[in-house]
Protein backbone atom coordinates (compact mmCIF):
# COMPACT_ATOMS: atom_id res chain seq x y z
CA UNK A 1 0.00 0.00 0.00
CA UNK A 2 0.94 3.42 -0.35
CA UNK A 3 -0.33 6.77 0.68
CA UNK A 4 -1.04 9.31 -1.34
CA UNK A 5 -1.70 13.00 -0.32
CA UNK A 6 -3.80 15.38 -2.55
CA UNK A 7 -4.19 19.26 -1.48
CA UNK A 8 -4.35 22.32 -2.99
CA UNK A 9 -5.83 25.67 -2.05
CA UNK A 10 -9.91 25.83 -2.63
CA UNK A 11 -10.81 26.27 -6.08
CA UNK A 12 -7.17 24.73 -7.13
CA UNK A 13 -9.05 22.09 -9.00
CA UNK A 14 -8.29 18.80 -6.72
CA UNK A 15 -11.73 17.27 -7.42
CA UNK A 16 -10.45 17.14 -11.02
CA UNK A 17 -7.40 15.10 -9.86
CA UNK A 18 -9.41 12.72 -7.33
CA UNK A 19 -11.87 11.93 -10.21
CA UNK A 20 -8.64 10.89 -12.12
CA UNK A 21 -6.84 9.06 -9.54
CA UNK A 22 -10.35 6.95 -8.65
CA UNK A 23 -11.51 6.58 -12.07
CA UNK A 24 -8.14 4.57 -12.36
CA UNK A 25 -8.63 2.40 -9.37
CA UNK A 26 -6.99 4.63 -5.99
CA UNK A 27 -8.71 4.11 -3.04
CA UNK A 28 -10.52 7.30 -1.96
CA UNK A 29 -10.49 8.90 1.45
CA UNK A 30 -12.38 12.43 1.81
CA UNK A 31 -11.17 14.38 4.42
CA UNK A 32 -13.70 16.63 4.46
CA UNK A 33 -16.55 13.54 4.28
CA UNK A 34 -14.74 12.56 7.71
CA UNK A 35 -15.35 15.42 8.97
CA UNK A 36 -18.71 15.70 8.33
CA UNK A 37 -19.56 11.99 9.69
CA UNK A 38 -18.04 12.17 12.91
CA UNK A 39 -20.41 15.29 14.15
CA UNK A 40 -23.27 14.12 11.71
CA UNK A 41 -26.71 13.80 13.47
CA UNK A 42 -26.74 11.20 16.78
CA UNK A 43 -22.98 10.75 16.88
CA UNK A 44 -21.31 10.97 19.96
CA UNK A 45 -19.03 13.48 18.27
CA UNK A 46 -21.82 15.74 18.23
CA UNK A 47 -22.87 14.91 21.87
CA UNK A 48 -19.22 16.13 22.50
CA UNK A 49 -19.81 19.23 21.05
CA UNK A 50 -23.32 20.14 22.63
CA UNK A 51 -21.51 19.35 26.11
CA UNK A 52 -18.14 21.86 25.18
CA UNK A 53 -20.37 24.52 23.44
CA UNK A 54 -24.26 24.01 24.67
CA UNK A 55 -27.62 23.25 23.22
CA UNK A 56 -27.23 25.85 21.11
CA UNK A 57 -25.02 24.75 18.36
CA UNK A 58 -27.76 22.16 17.18
CA UNK A 59 -30.57 23.16 15.14
CA UNK A 60 -34.16 22.47 15.59
CA UNK A 61 -34.13 18.76 14.31
CA UNK A 62 -30.79 17.77 16.32
CA UNK A 63 -28.15 18.59 13.96
CA UNK A 64 -24.93 20.83 13.94
CA UNK A 65 -25.61 24.42 13.44
CA UNK A 66 -22.62 25.26 11.96
CA UNK A 67 -22.76 29.00 11.84
CA UNK A 68 -23.84 28.66 15.56
CA UNK A 69 -20.32 26.15 16.08
CA UNK A 70 -18.27 28.43 14.54
CA UNK A 71 -19.60 31.89 16.56
CA UNK A 72 -18.67 30.61 19.78
CA UNK A 73 -16.07 28.34 18.65
CA UNK A 74 -13.87 30.94 16.62
CA UNK A 75 -14.17 34.04 19.06
CA UNK A 76 -10.45 32.95 20.94
CA UNK A 77 -7.63 30.43 20.23
CA UNK A 78 -8.84 28.75 23.53
CA UNK A 79 -12.41 27.62 21.87
CA UNK A 80 -10.65 26.74 18.50
CA UNK A 81 -8.70 24.74 20.54
CA UNK A 82 -11.34 23.10 22.62
CA UNK A 83 -12.91 22.24 18.67
CA UNK A 84 -9.96 21.07 17.57
CA UNK A 85 -9.68 18.35 21.01
CA UNK A 86 -12.66 17.30 20.54
CA UNK A 87 -12.60 16.86 16.38
CA UNK A 88 -9.28 15.93 15.49
CA UNK A 89 -8.81 12.64 17.05
CA UNK A 90 -12.28 11.62 16.10
CA UNK A 91 -11.33 12.42 12.27
CA UNK A 92 -8.07 10.85 13.31
CA UNK A 93 -8.99 7.55 14.30
CA UNK A 94 -11.59 7.10 11.44
CA UNK A 95 -8.80 8.05 8.77
CA UNK A 96 -6.75 5.45 10.53
CA UNK A 97 -9.71 2.88 10.13
CA UNK A 98 -10.52 3.49 6.61
CA UNK A 99 -7.13 3.14 6.10
CA UNK A 100 -6.14 -0.24 7.88
CA UNK A 101 -9.47 -1.54 5.65
CA UNK A 102 -7.53 -1.07 2.74
CA UNK A 103 -6.35 -3.83 0.47
CA UNK A 104 -2.91 -4.41 0.92
CA UNK A 105 -2.11 -3.63 -2.57
CA UNK A 106 -3.93 -0.56 -2.50
CA UNK A 107 -3.08 3.10 -3.66
CA UNK A 108 -4.89 5.07 -0.74
CA UNK A 109 -5.81 8.70 -2.33
CA UNK A 110 -6.13 10.61 1.39
CA UNK A 111 -8.08 14.32 -0.17
CA UNK A 112 -6.94 17.05 2.57
CA UNK A 113 -7.34 20.56 1.67
CA UNK A 114 -5.72 21.46 4.49
CA UNK A 115 -2.61 18.77 4.55
CA UNK A 116 -0.47 21.73 4.50
CA UNK A 117 -1.96 24.18 7.42
CA UNK A 118 -2.29 20.49 9.70
CA UNK A 119 1.62 19.65 9.04
CA UNK A 120 0.41 16.31 7.43
CA UNK A 121 3.04 16.00 4.38
CA UNK A 122 5.71 13.44 6.03
CA UNK A 123 2.76 11.07 6.77
CA UNK A 124 2.46 10.20 2.48
CA UNK A 125 4.17 8.03 0.24
CA UNK A 126 3.80 10.96 -1.88
CA UNK A 127 1.94 14.64 -1.75
CA UNK A 128 0.53 16.12 -4.67
CA UNK A 129 -0.69 19.85 -5.17
CA UNK A 130 -2.71 20.80 -7.60
CA UNK A 131 -1.81 24.78 -8.11
CA UNK A 132 -3.79 27.25 -9.95
CA UNK A 133 -3.22 31.45 -9.36
CA UNK A 134 -5.34 33.02 -6.86
CA UNK A 135 -7.14 35.50 -9.51
CA UNK A 136 -8.07 32.21 -11.00
CA UNK A 137 -9.54 30.27 -8.03
CA UNK A 138 -11.32 33.63 -7.10
CA UNK A 139 -12.70 34.07 -10.91
CA UNK A 140 -13.78 29.73 -10.69
CA UNK A 141 -15.58 29.65 -7.34
CA UNK A 142 -17.32 32.84 -7.52
CA UNK A 143 -18.37 32.04 -11.49
CA UNK A 144 -18.83 28.37 -11.33
CA UNK A 145 -19.19 27.26 -7.73
CA UNK A 146 -21.43 30.57 -6.99
CA UNK A 147 -19.39 31.45 -3.98
CA UNK A 148 -19.45 35.23 -2.61
CA UNK A 149 -16.52 37.21 -3.66
CA UNK A 150 -15.15 38.41 -0.41
CA UNK A 151 -16.13 34.93 0.99
CA UNK A 152 -13.82 33.52 -1.66
CA UNK A 153 -11.32 35.71 -0.85
CA UNK A 154 -11.39 35.42 2.98
CA UNK A 155 -10.55 31.53 3.34
CA UNK A 156 -8.18 31.73 0.29
CA UNK A 157 -6.18 34.18 2.76
CA UNK A 158 -6.95 31.85 5.56
CA UNK A 159 -5.17 28.86 4.01
CA UNK A 160 -1.42 28.29 3.65
CA UNK A 161 0.61 29.89 0.78
CA UNK A 162 1.66 28.99 -2.56
CA UNK A 163 5.03 28.78 -1.33
CA UNK A 164 4.13 26.44 2.11
CA UNK A 165 2.65 24.19 -0.83
CA UNK A 166 5.86 24.17 -2.72
CA UNK A 167 7.86 23.11 0.44
CA UNK A 168 6.26 19.90 0.63
CA UNK A 169 4.87 19.64 -2.89
CA UNK A 170 6.71 16.05 -4.73
CA UNK A 171 4.27 16.21 -7.44
CA UNK A 172 3.05 19.70 -8.37
CA UNK A 173 -0.09 20.16 -11.22
CA UNK A 174 -0.88 23.00 -12.66
CA UNK A 175 -4.65 23.46 -13.42
CA UNK A 176 -4.43 27.03 -15.19
CA UNK A 177 -5.41 25.43 -18.65
CA UNK A 178 -8.33 23.13 -19.19
CA UNK A 179 -9.93 20.67 -17.29
CA UNK A 180 -9.09 18.02 -19.55
CA UNK A 181 -5.38 19.08 -19.52
CA UNK A 182 -5.26 18.49 -16.12
CA UNK A 183 -7.01 15.12 -16.01
CA UNK A 184 -4.19 14.26 -18.65
CA UNK A 185 -1.40 15.17 -16.21
CA UNK A 186 -2.77 13.57 -13.45
CA UNK A 187 -3.49 10.77 -15.53
CA UNK A 188 0.66 10.95 -16.82
CA UNK A 189 2.21 11.01 -13.12
CA UNK A 190 -0.57 8.10 -11.97
CA UNK A 191 0.59 5.59 -14.43
CA UNK A 192 4.36 6.79 -14.68
CA UNK A 193 4.73 7.32 -11.05
CA UNK A 194 2.38 6.57 -8.53
CA UNK A 195 1.57 3.20 -10.02
CA UNK A 196 5.12 1.60 -10.45
CA UNK A 197 5.81 3.43 -7.40
CA UNK A 198 3.31 1.12 -5.57
CA UNK A 199 4.63 -1.83 -7.02
CA UNK A 200 8.14 -1.06 -6.29
CA UNK A 201 6.85 -1.20 -3.01
CA UNK A 202 4.87 -4.09 -3.25
CA UNK A 203 7.97 -5.82 -4.19
CA UNK A 204 10.70 -3.70 -2.04
CA UNK A 205 12.76 -2.74 -5.16
CA UNK A 206 14.86 -0.25 -5.60
CA UNK A 207 15.10 1.93 -8.93
CA UNK A 208 17.04 4.70 -10.06
CA UNK A 209 15.11 7.54 -10.63
CA UNK A 210 13.80 7.26 -14.34
CA UNK A 211 10.61 9.57 -15.18
CA UNK A 212 10.66 13.42 -15.24
CA UNK A 213 10.84 15.47 -11.98
CA UNK A 214 7.72 17.17 -11.73
CA UNK A 215 8.85 18.60 -8.39
CA UNK A 216 7.87 22.01 -7.56
CA UNK A 217 11.17 23.51 -5.83
CA UNK A 218 13.82 20.97 -7.31
CA UNK A 219 16.43 22.51 -5.49
CA UNK A 220 18.54 19.73 -3.65
CA UNK A 221 18.40 21.70 0.09
CA UNK A 222 13.79 21.45 -0.46
CA UNK A 223 14.10 18.04 -1.28
CA UNK A 224 16.79 16.93 1.48
CA UNK A 225 14.40 18.73 4.02
CA UNK A 226 11.06 16.53 3.03
CA UNK A 227 13.05 13.42 2.51
CA UNK A 228 14.18 14.00 6.52
CA UNK A 229 10.81 14.25 7.89
CA UNK A 230 9.69 11.60 5.93
CA UNK A 231 12.16 9.23 7.54
CA UNK A 232 11.39 10.82 10.79
CA UNK A 233 7.79 10.07 10.60
CA UNK A 234 8.61 6.37 9.75
CA UNK A 235 11.13 5.99 12.09
CA UNK A 236 9.49 7.66 15.17
CA UNK A 237 11.02 7.04 18.39
CA UNK A 238 13.83 4.44 17.43
CA UNK A 239 16.20 6.97 15.84
CA UNK A 240 18.28 9.69 17.76
CA UNK A 241 18.82 11.44 14.66
CA UNK A 242 18.30 12.06 10.89
CA UNK A 243 19.83 14.26 8.74
CA UNK A 244 20.64 14.98 5.08
CA UNK A 245 23.84 14.84 5.05
CA UNK A 246 24.94 14.97 1.20
CA UNK A 247 23.42 14.55 -1.69
CA UNK A 248 25.31 12.47 -5.14
CA UNK A 249 23.67 11.86 -8.84
CA UNK A 250 21.89 9.18 -10.01
CA UNK A 251 24.19 6.88 -12.10
CA UNK A 252 23.15 7.34 -15.98
CA UNK A 253 21.66 10.83 -15.00
CA UNK A 254 24.30 13.22 -13.50
CA UNK A 255 21.85 15.72 -13.42
CA UNK A 256 19.46 13.95 -11.10
CA UNK A 257 20.09 14.76 -7.32
CA UNK A 258 19.77 11.62 -5.15
CA UNK A 259 20.00 12.98 -1.18
CA UNK A 260 21.79 10.95 0.60
CA UNK A 261 20.57 10.59 4.91
CA UNK A 262 21.28 9.44 7.69
CA UNK A 263 19.11 7.70 10.38
CA UNK A 264 21.34 7.40 14.05
CA UNK A 265 19.91 4.06 15.66
CA UNK A 266 21.43 2.98 19.59
CA UNK A 267 22.61 -0.80 17.38
CA UNK A 268 22.66 -2.64 14.85
CA UNK A 269 19.48 -4.52 16.21
CA UNK A 270 17.68 -1.11 16.34
CA UNK A 271 18.97 -0.81 12.95
CA UNK A 272 17.25 -3.75 11.57
CA UNK A 273 14.03 -3.07 13.41
CA UNK A 274 13.84 -0.25 10.84
CA UNK A 275 14.07 -2.32 7.70
CA UNK A 276 10.12 -3.07 7.40
CA UNK A 277 8.50 0.61 8.24
CA UNK A 278 11.36 2.01 6.09
CA UNK A 279 10.14 -0.84 3.08
CA UNK A 280 6.62 -0.34 3.36
CA UNK A 281 8.10 3.79 3.23
CA UNK A 282 9.21 3.81 0.05
CA UNK A 283 12.60 3.17 0.86
CA UNK A 284 13.72 -0.30 0.09
CA UNK A 285 16.89 -2.14 1.98
CA UNK A 286 19.75 -2.31 -0.47
CA UNK A 287 22.71 -5.00 -0.28
CA UNK A 288 25.75 -3.20 2.09
CA UNK A 289 29.51 -3.89 1.72
CA UNK A 290 29.53 -2.71 5.46
CA UNK A 291 28.13 -5.17 8.00
CA UNK A 292 28.02 -2.00 10.24
CA UNK A 293 25.20 -0.08 8.40
CA UNK A 294 21.96 -1.07 6.90
CA UNK A 295 21.56 1.18 3.80
CA UNK A 296 18.01 1.69 2.19
CA UNK A 297 17.30 3.20 -1.28
CA UNK A 298 14.17 4.39 -2.71
CA UNK A 299 11.16 2.64 -4.47
CA UNK A 300 10.04 5.98 -6.20
CA UNK A 301 10.36 5.92 -9.88
CA UNK A 302 10.37 9.66 -9.78
CA UNK A 303 13.21 10.57 -7.29
CA UNK A 304 16.11 8.51 -5.48
CA UNK A 305 17.08 8.34 -1.99
CA UNK A 306 20.23 6.70 -0.02
CA UNK A 307 19.22 5.96 3.50
CA UNK A 308 21.96 4.57 5.59
CA UNK A 309 21.03 3.54 8.96
CA UNK A 310 23.92 3.43 11.31
CA UNK A 311 24.69 2.46 15.30
CA UNK A 312 25.46 5.58 17.40
CA UNK A 313 28.78 4.26 18.43
P1 LIG B 1 -11.08 22.32 -5.16
O1 LIG B 1 -11.67 20.94 -5.01
O2 LIG B 1 -9.60 22.30 -5.29
O3 LIG B 1 -11.55 23.33 -4.14
P2 LIG B 1 -12.60 22.28 -7.61
O4 LIG B 1 -12.01 21.08 -8.22
O5 LIG B 1 -13.97 22.17 -7.02
O6 LIG B 1 -11.58 22.91 -6.56
O7 LIG B 1 -12.58 23.44 -8.71
C1 LIG B 1 -13.17 24.72 -8.40
C2 LIG B 1 -14.14 25.13 -9.51
O8 LIG B 1 -13.39 25.40 -10.70
C3 LIG B 1 -15.13 24.04 -9.88
O9 LIG B 1 -16.35 24.64 -10.19
C4 LIG B 1 -14.50 23.38 -11.10
O10 LIG B 1 -15.47 22.84 -11.95
C5 LIG B 1 -13.81 24.57 -11.76
N1 LIG B 1 -12.58 24.21 -12.48
C6 LIG B 1 -11.58 23.38 -12.05
N2 LIG B 1 -10.59 23.33 -12.95
C7 LIG B 1 -10.94 24.15 -13.96
C8 LIG B 1 -10.32 24.54 -15.19
N3 LIG B 1 -9.13 24.07 -15.54
N4 LIG B 1 -10.98 25.41 -15.99
C9 LIG B 1 -12.19 25.90 -15.63
N5 LIG B 1 -12.84 25.57 -14.50
C10 LIG B 1 -12.23 24.71 -13.66
Not at 123 to 139: G, K, M, N, P
Not at 220 to 234: D, I, K, P, S
Amino acid sequence: MIRIGLTGGIGAGKSTVAQTFIAHGAYHIDADKIAREVVARGTPGLAQLVEAFGEDVLTADGGLDRPALAAKAFVSDDSRKLLNSITHPLIGARTQELTDAAPDDAIVLHDVPLLVEGHMAPFYHLVVVVHADEDIRLRRLVELRGMDAADAEQRIAAQATDEQRHAVADIWLDNSGTPDELADAALAVWERRIVPFRDNVSARRDVEPSIDDTTADPEWTALGARLVNRVWALVGGAAQAVEHCGTSSAAGNPARPIPELTVTVADLVAAEALTEPLAAGGFPPVESDDPHVRPHGSADPGRGARVSVRPAE
